[in-house]
């Protein structure tokens, strides 16, 4: 069964070479019928041999490309169909009025089909037949006919472009950006045909050309099924919606010159005779074209008059337009503020443009044109909170607040923006001009204002930047020291283990096969030499202890009995007696958390055996533990040969094991030494005293 499942999906799914002949059929068939389309459309031209007639076989040939284009780019969407329909349905109006009905249908039916071909949606089926039945009726009423009614056609015509224009704009509102894409083509077409069949009307109104308007209305229509051809290629479909928006607005335009020339000329004044209708025509032109290049001709001027007026400098608010420009682009922020005091000094005629910078009521020239050295301005708090509620100030207020800034600038008129954000002062903008140059006006002091506003802004972002990257950098070195530390516990619990491993078999397990051999000897002298029995039983006696002795140092440096029943100070006390070196114990304190006390006594007895083997046998030892604003501490101090404690040094396996077992509980570790002077390792670990006394009562 699932053998035949297989051969029928196999079955089902189409291959490449389905694919390639499904496309060849497409093609022949939409080249076919278009082809028939455009041959009936010549046939019928020719024997009306009127304008129009020629007008509508180049809208029947459009649609034949179309059909092809198609054919070609999307053989499995049905749009090509339509499109073929259309050509056959239009090369048949053209060969006899009678089928002049079908055409405003078959125009309906492709509006509807749009953008593939497929009718999927319930309202797209309701329109589908709205437009259907008003066709059909029509058509029925034009074929019967001798002479086919115009009115009809035209009420046909509207009704059914009506019920397209809706389907058109809900199938918008519900397609994808690709679908939506290609709508929107078939969109630009109907605004370029509507658009230049407006502007014949406007002529033909106003200089009488064109005399007939139906033959190019119907060519100018031909920019639909273009579209819809344009529409067809996944590289051009998503490239319309700036072509549209252009198109939108320079057809507006013309529009709009067009109907007030109409409303100018034909509603006040009187209608142009044939000698004046070349100057209407020629003004109407101009106008147009003044229209279109109003935009780029009014930037031009506008830049014009500025180096005229301001000569090599720019307008004042030059500073303004293109420092948020400046600052969306990933420009470092010491070149960003040097771009702007060189723009602030140009458009401005400045003698010295500066920017300060700083916090916590210290500022620094960050930038300066001309170049100026680094200086420093302090201001304490209260001149701070002056200067951030201030305005853009002159030279009597900076004389109180900032006369160090003012000693800079000898005999120059001076304006100063702080450059504050909610309530921060982060800096300030100076600009000074010379004595004999003309004041700052109303205007330039609102452009400081507003840029020293967007300033504050980019400090602001850039110290959360810099803060922001500090931190991930924090983070980046704690994860690296997390990961070495997970390792280095792992490797010291495997050494652990190992060391455990190597006691046992060379201590206590050798004493006990020792022991199993001396009772097998025994068990032989029970009915022998009294006297030998008595002595190896003694021995026995002996080699227990001694085994007993080693499983005890053993437990001790897994974790000794002592630390859990008694705590550190016992703990350490014991471990103090078993010291190479005379030890000392100096501890005022209670029970804490168990991995407190391990933490603090392992690290206790790891200096203890670094002092007995580098201290020298002459040296003795203190250990000191004690409570202080909660935080526990402890030192192990001698008074030994000591060593250079250096960054290398403290790399050792002993130090570093120290650092990670505080450093699991957030505490500390600090190692003092020099030659000659001894060694002090200490320690400090945070109590949590509701934890603490926890644990104490759980002890207890």
């Keep these: 069964m699932s053998t035949t499942l297989h051969r029928i999906e196999e079955r089902d799914v189409p291959t490449v070479s389905d694919a390639r002949a499904a496309s060849r059929v497409a093609v022949s068939a939409a080249g076919l019928l278009a082809a028939l389309g455009v041959v009936v459309g010549v046939v019928g031209a020719h024997d009306r041999g009127r304008a129009i007639a020629w007008a509508a076989l180049v809208l029947v040939a459009a649609f034949a490309l179309s059909t092809l284009v198609n054919a070609l ?3 499995r969407e049905p749009m090509w169909m339509w499109l073929a329909a259309g050509t056959i349905g239009g090369g048949l109006a053209l060969r006899s009025d009678r089928f ?22 319930g309202a797209a089926r309701i329109a589908l037949g709205l437009a259907a039945a008003i066709g059909i009726s029509c058509a029925v009423i034009v074929g019967l006919s001798d002479a086919p009614p115009l009115a009809l056609l035209v009420g046909e015509s509207l009704a059914a472009g009506f019920v397209a224009i809706v389907a058109y704009l809900l199938r918008c509102r519900s397609a994808a950006a690709v679908e939506r894409a290609r709508l929107q083509w078939a969109g630009w077409g109907a605004v370029v045909a509507g658009s230049c069949a407006l502007l014949v009307w406007l002529m033909h109104e106003l200089v009488g050309w064109p005399d007939g308007l139906g033959a190019p209305i119907v060519a100018l229509a031909s920019s639909i099924p273009l579209a819809i051809t344009l529409a067809s290629f996944d590289q051009l479909a998503l490239r319309v919606d700036r072509l549209l928006v252009r198109t939108i607005e320079v057809g507006g335009l013309v529009a709009l010159v067009g109907v007030v020339y109409l409303v100018v000329v034909l509603g006040f004044g009187q209608s142009p005779t044939d000698a004046t209708r070349r ?3 020629l003004s109407l032109v101009a106008a147009a074209i003044s229209a279109l290049l109003f935009v780029p001709a009014r930037n031009w001027l506008e830049e014009l008059a500025n180096r005229r007026v301001y000569g090599e400098r720019r307008a004042p608010d030059e500073p303004l337009q293109t420092f948020g420009a400046r600052m969306s682009r990933a420009i470092p922020l010491d070149e960003l503020l040097l771009q702007l005091a060189e723009s602030l000094k140009k458009s401005m005629q400045l ?19 001309p170049y100026r050295e680094v200086a420093r301005v302090r201001l304490n708090e209260e ?28 005999g120059r008129t001076l304006r100063v923006a702080p450059l504050v954000l909610s309530g921060e002062l982060f800096g300030f903008i100076l600009c000074a001009r010379q004595g004999n140059q003309q004041p ?8 400081l204002t507003d840029l020293a506003r967007q300033v504050a802004v980019a400090l602001h972002n850039s110290a959360l930047d810099t803060a922001l990257q500090a931190s991930l950098d924090d983070l980046r070195v704690a994860n690296e020291e997390l990961r ?5 516990i792992v490797a010291t619990a495997d050494q652990s283990r190992r060391q455990i491993e190597r006691n046992l078999h060379d201590g206590a397990q050798q004493h006990l096969v020792a022991l199993a051999v001396k009772l097998g000897l025994a068990r032989q002298l029970v009915d022998g030499d009294r006297e030998m029995l008595a002595t190896l039983l003694e021995e026995l006696r002996g080699d227990a202890q001694t085994t007993l002795t080693e499983l005890r140092e053993l437990a001790h440096g897994i974790y000794p009995p002592l630390l859990m029943d008694r705590g550190l100070r016992e703990a350490l006390v014991a471990a103090a007696n078993r010291s190479q070196l005379p030890t000392e114990v100096e501890a005022d304190v209670a029970r804490y958390q168990s991995d407190v006390e391990a933490a603090i006594y392992f690290c206790c007895l790891e200096a203890l055996q670094n002092a007995g083997k580098h201290a020298g046998e002459q040296a003795t030892i203190k250990i000191t533990l004690g409570e202080n604003n909660g935080m526990l501490r402890f030192q192990v101090q001698d008074d030994g040969a000591g060593f250079d404690a250096t960054a290398s040094a403290l790399r050792g396996h002993g130090f570093v094991n120290m650092a990670d077992r505080l450093g699991a509980i957030g505490g500390n570790l600090e190692v003092v030494s020099a030659p000659g002077e001894g060694t002090r390792i200490g ?13 104490r009562s759980s002890h207890s």
């Design 484 to 488: 070495a530390s997970r390792s280095r």
């Design 279 to 281: 100057v209407v025509g």
């Design 73 to 75: 780019a999307r053989p």
């Design 383 to 410: 001149e701070s909170m002056v200067v951030a509620r201030a305005h853009v100030s002159g030279n009597a207020w900076i004389q109180v607040w900032l006369p160090a800034v003012l000693a800079e600038h000898p």
């Design 440 to 447: 700052f006006s109303s205007e330039e002091e609102r452009v």
């Design 683 to 695: 320690g400090t670990v945070p109590l949590d005293d509701h934890d603490a006394g926890a644990d």
């Design 351 to 369: 003698s010295n443009a500066e920017v300060w910078t700083g916090t916590g009521g210290v500022f620094e020239r960050a930038a300066a044109v």
């Design 100 to 121: 002049l009905g079908v055409v405003p249908l078959l125009a309906a039916a492709i509006g509807i089909a749009l953008p593939d071909g497929w009718v999927r949606t």
